[in-house]
């Protein structure tokens, strides 16, 4: 079984920044995909970026240039930098485990972002 524990949201101006943790634990192999989904009310969850443990990296067109995923695979950790925030980023962030060898997800407990004046 896989863990994982997201942190960082909060509420922020736009035009702001937040950076979003995630650590996982459990049964852990280094061949994994990471990456961050968002979910905002009365919407599907959507993917937003995502990172292979080589760190070749996919990015939703939404947040191309503003948001920048990263990991360090000696910490089982994934983290995603969201700078130049806009409203339409409200939402709650969820992050997730892919395992590759037998492919299983696994997702966060999720933590809200909202960009407000």
């Known amino acids: 079984q896989v863990q994982l524990v997201e942190s960082g949201g909060g509420l922020v101006q736009p035009g702001g920044s937040l950076r979003l943790s995630c650590a996982a634990s459990?049964?852990?192999?280094?061949?994994?995909?990471m990456g961050w989904y968002r979910q905002a009310p009365g919407k599907q969850r959507e993917l937003v970026a995502v990172?292979?443990?080589?760190?070749?990296?996919t990015y939703a067109s939404s947040v191309k240039g503003r948001f920048t995923i990263s990991r360090d695979n000696a910490k089982n950790t994934v983290y995603l930098q969201m700078n130049s925030l806009k409203a339409e980023d409200t939402a709650v962030y969820y992050c997730?485990?892919?395992?590759?060898?037998?492919?299983?997800?696994?997702w966060g407990q999720g933590t809200q972002v909202t960009v407000s004046s």
């Open positions: 990172i292979t443990s080589g760190g070749t990296t």
């Open positions: 997730n485990l892919r395992k590759i060898v037998t492919p299983t997800n696994f």
């Open positions: 459990g049964t852990i192999f280094s061949s994994n995909i």
